[in-house]
């Protein structure tokens, strides 16, 4: 029996053993699971963009409005006053493009520039003018630096309109900036149908018919003709 005794003592040591090392080794994996594991994969870190040059934008190049001539726009404004005052915007316009292109066939053919205000006197150009003492008499001033503004007898509110609207077209017009000439329309005669059709303009080789604008014909006089 002694044998046997010691026998179970043994066995009992021995499990006693086994179970204390399987309460370590679980007590072991239950420490190891609260602790993180370190992240290995390599850190790539971004290679910082080079900073993109500026380029500045260079302004586009704004081209000056021509010089417009008080003198001239006067003078233009009296003859617009005197042919067209009641005519259409483009009546209007279409009858001071008419100076200017007249105004650079003559400054061609002399050779040297020829003002707005001597087209506009100059014998045959523009009846309204070259005939009436009035009309005349305000060109005169305004070449020659007189206050002519009074004398045109702008009195009430439709001729202050009227007159601010011819000062506005013929500025326009000394800038090269009227619709006709930014059309490339040429114009150099104008007239009632009916004086065109006296006049013979309309079996004229040498005038072109441009068409009707506002209260007027518009004809274009060919300089070889």
């Avoid at 200017?100 to 050779?111: E, F, N, P």
């Avoid at 609207?165 to 009632?192: C, D, M, P, W, Y």
């Avoid at 506002?214 to 300089?223: L, Q, S, T």
Wanted: proline fraction near 5%; hydrophobic fraction near 40%.
């Amino acid at each position: 029996h002694m044998t046997t005794r010691v026998t179970l003592l043994l066995f009992a040591v021995v499990c006693w053993g086994a179970a204390i090392a399987l309460f370590q080794a679980e007590k072991a994996m239950a420490y190891s699971s609260t602790i993180a594991t370190p992240d290995l994969t390599p850190t790539i870190r971004p290679v910082p963009e080079k900073p993109k040059e500026v380029v500045a934008l260079k302004p586009k190049p704004v081209k000056p409005k021509p010089v417009v001539s008080s003198r001239e726009l006067d003078c233009l404004t009296v003859m617009m006053w005197s042919e067209s005052r009641g005519d259409t915007t483009s009546g209007m316009a279409a009858s001071a493009t008419s100076v200017m292109k007249r105004k650079k066939i003559l400054s061609d053919k002399l050779g040297k520039n020829i003002s707005v205000c001597d087209i506009i006197t100059r014998k045959n150009q523009y009846h309204g003018i070259v005939y009436s003492k009035f009309y005349s008499d305000l060109i005169w001033r305004i070449k020659h630096g007189y206050p002519w503004y009074a004398k045109l007898k702008v009195k009430n509110k439709t001729d202050r309109t009227a007159y601010a609207n011819i000062r506005s077209i013929a500025r326009k017009t000394l800038r090269n900036e009227n619709r006709f000439q930014v059309q490339g329309i040429k114009i150099t005669h104008f007239a009632s149908r009916e004086a065109a059709i006296r006049l013979g303009w309309f079996k004229d080789k040498s005038m072109r018919y441009v068409g009707k604008f506002g209260h007027h014909v518009y004809f274009y006089e060919r300089p070889n003709s």
